[in-house]
């Protein structure tokens, strides 16, 4: 069994990785570039008490185990939450999923919907090749293209035609016909989001589930991974720093890993590039108020509005604000092989507050107690027509030269946060197998 074992990265995945090699006797050495843990499981408080994630961050996984890790990290403080989330389209508030929910809007639209939902449940099966296909087929043309192919164009950065199914799972809710129409014809619907209810933190945001993985943990920060050598089994950092390993996993993400190995074939390198993924730029707003809304989060699908989600921090628990004040988080999405972002990430606060002002949830009078905006560079993986192929190319070649993958942006896929820790715990079994 390898002896030293270098883990790059320290987020959910590097972490998982981590825990099952301890678990086993083994202790690694983990590489972070930045000067702190968590990849994007970090919480920040600013200087006006407010918390924020890196994105809105909530735990909703099934998994016991997982669960009891996470409330083991923060001694059972965590707050248990039933999940509110609803849609804004055209001046209507809709609870979610919008198709069991037609209530209220225009009745044109409504009947187009009903009608060519039951066509579409009794014709003929389509082949079914792209993510429009599925839309088209699920719920009809008119509902497809008003809401989830408006909302996808803005949230994935590409059309749905030009993306494949295989990210679905859950996400989408397919309802029945029974339940389209009571949907229609009441404002009161059954919950049936996929996410039912879920789990935060009660003091320090959802970083605080960190605190189990990282206790006694050998992690050197400020360790950028510039150059790994498979045949030396050497890794290279940006501050100059050189060790060897004898086995390696990495949760970073794969077009910034393939370019780092020696030897990479061109063609590995031109299918690590063609790895499509958002870049997320979160508008953090904190407010003297807290009654700004009764949704935990809420789906935009109006082009012509700047964020495509809108957060409220302070609902998920009251440690994340100071007394009597609330918070917004608007998640705003680019990508650079879609919808580059071209402007400075403080020049979007500005529409960030025009938009919230035209939806109402910004009134007149209220006093924005602070504001900022963060880059995520690599967010929601994008599963375009590319991804399939490119990153078997990509994997096929990590396999040959031994370098173990994990994570959302190791695997490549939508990965929750249980899951990229269950992630890094295969990468770790691998190692310890010897395969
Ligand atoms: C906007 C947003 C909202 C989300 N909301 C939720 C949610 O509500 N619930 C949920 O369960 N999941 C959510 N997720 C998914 C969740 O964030 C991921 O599943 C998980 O955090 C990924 O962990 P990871 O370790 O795979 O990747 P990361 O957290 O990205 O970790 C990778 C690590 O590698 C480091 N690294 C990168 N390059 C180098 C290098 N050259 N050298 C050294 N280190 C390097 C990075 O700094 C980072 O620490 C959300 C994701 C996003 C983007």
Redesign the pocket.
């Known amino acids: 069994m390898a002896s030293s074992i270098a883990v790059?990265?320290?987020?959910?995945?590097?972490?998982?990785a981590a825990y099952r090699l301890r678990e086993n006797g083994v202790v690694p050495t983990l590489?972070?570039?930045?000067t702190y843990?968590?990849?994007?499981?970090a919480s920040w408080k600013n200087e006006q008490g407010f918390v924020f994630d890196?994105?809105?961050?909530?735990?909703?996984?099934k998994d016991k185990r997982v669960q009891s890790l996470l409330a083991k990290s923060v001694n059972n403080e965590y707050e248990v939450i039933n999940a509110k989330v609803n849609n804004y389209w055209k001046g209507h508030w809709i609870k979610h999923p919008a198709q069991c929910n037609l209530y209220g809007l225009p009745s044109e639209l409504i009947v187009n919907i009903l009608r060519e939902f039951i066509e579409t449940t009794y014709s003929e099966r389509r082949d079914i090749k792209t993510y429009a296909d599925w839309l088209f087929a699920s719920y009809g043309e008119t509902f497809a293209r008003t809401f989830p192919m408006t909302y996808g164009k803005k949230y994935h950065t590409v059309s749905a035609d030009r993306m494949s199914t295989d990210w679905l799972g859950p996400r989408l809710y397919k309802p029945d016909i029974e339940e389209i129409l009571r949907g229609a014809i009441s404002p009161s619907t059954p919950d049936v989001h996929y996410v039912s209810d879920?789990r935060y933190p009660t003091r320090d945001g959802f970083v605080a589930y960190l605190r189990l993985f990282l206790e006694n943990l050998h992690i050197r920060f400020d360790?950028?991974?510039?150059a790994i050598n498979p045949d030396a089994k050497e890794l290279r950092?940006r501050n100059g720093a050189c060790v060897k390993y004898d086995a390696l996993i990495s949760?970073?993400?794969l077009p910034?890993?393939l370019p780092?190995i020696a030897g990479v074939p061109d063609d590995v390198l031109e299918a690590s590039q063609k790895l499509a993924c958002t870049t997320?730029v979160?508008v953090n707003i904190g407010l003297d108020r807290d009654n700004i809304s009764d949704a935990h989060w809420t789906y935009f699908y109006d082009d012509d509005f700047i964020f495509t989600r809108l957060s409220f921090p302070h609902m998920l628990s009251p440690g994340n604000v100071p007394p009597g004040k609330g918070s917004i988080q608007a998640?705003l999405y680019y990508s650079r092989k879609y919808r580059p972002l071209t402007v400075s990430e403080n020049s979007l606060i500005d529409p960030t507050l025009r938009d919230l002002r035209r939806c109402g949830l910004l009134r007149e009078g209220d006093k924005v107690v602070c504001k900022e905006a963060k880059v995520?560079p690599?967010?929601?993986v994008i599963f375009d027509l590319d991804r399939d192929a490119a990153l078997n190319v990509v994997h096929g070649f990590l396999d040959e030269v031994g370098i173990k993958y994990?994570?959302?942006?190791?695997e490549w896929g939508y990965?929750?946060?249980?899951?990229?820790l269950m992630?890094?715990e295969r990468a770790a079994d691998e190692v310890l197998d010897g395969k």
């Open positions: 790059i990265g320290s987020g959910m995945a590097a972490l998982g590489y972070e570039k930045n843990p968590g990849g994007h499981t890196e994105g809105p961050h909530i735990s909703f996984t879920f360790h950028n991974v510039d950092f949760s970073m993400p910034e890993l780092r997320c979160v998640e995520i690599y967010a929601n994990c994570g959302r942006y190791g990965h929750w946060t249980d899951q990229s992630s890094g």
